[in-house]
């Protein structure tokens, strides 16, 4: 994974090191980090946040003394986030990564369960928190349902799609239970 898309972002006025999983919340962390940092909000399309960050390594983030932040989200619901991102909003995005935007959630569960994710939102949460030390994610479980002027796409959760999915993110549980229940460590 080349240094962008590790996603560990850099705040020193914020006294953090950001900790980026895709689907998680980062980008909009990011806008807050950055007003706070910079001392006013972010100029330009919002996904252009990502590029106005300093990136570092998990040894440069274990080792400035910043206090190094992220956050968790359930596995099937980061899954349903993927699915409307990838598929619905920015298709052109999914396309690059082998997805057709046509695809239902099972679709996509059953490419993600059969064949090696290629694109940074597939990968499991445990794949950018891995190299951490002293993670403590403060923001962990179910974030609020986030309405937009597209307004909530509602599709329902086969049983099928909950089996890929879960089998294939099985690991990210372990951190989630542990960050929604606070056995977190500092």
Not at 16 to 32: D, E, I, Q, R
Not at 75 to 84: D, N, Q, T, Y
Not at 88 to 101: H, L, N, T
Request: aromatic share 14%; charged share 25%; with cysteine.
């Amino acid at each position: 994974m080349n240094l962008v898309d590790r996603n560990i972002s850099y705040w020193p006025r914020a006294g953090v090191n950001l900790w980026g999983v895709p689907k998680c919340g980062t980008t909009a962390m990011k806008h807050y980090l950055y007003e706070r940092e910079c001392g006013k909000p972010f100029e330009g399309p919002e996904m252009n946040i990502h590029s106005a960050c300093e990136y570092i390594t998990p040894e440069e983030a274990n080792s400035n003394g910043l206090r190094n932040w992220g956050t968790v989200r359930e596995p099937v619901e980061r899954f349903m986030s993927i699915w409307k991102d990838l598929c619905v909003k920015r298709p052109e995005r999914g396309r690059d990564a082998g997805i057709s935007p046509c695809w239902t959630p099972e679709e996509l569960a059953r490419f993600l369960w059969l064949e090696s994710a290629e694109d940074v939102h597939l990968l499991p949460q445990w794949e950018f928190l891995s190299d951490a030390n002293n993670l403590l994610p403060v923001l962990a479980g179910k974030f609020c349902v986030r309405k937009n002027v597209s307004g909530c796409i509602e599709v329902p959760l086969t049983s099928k799609t909950f089996e890929y999915v879960t089998s294939e993110y099985f690991v990210d549980y372990p951190n989630y239970y542990k960050a929604l229940y606070g056995n977190c460590y500092e």
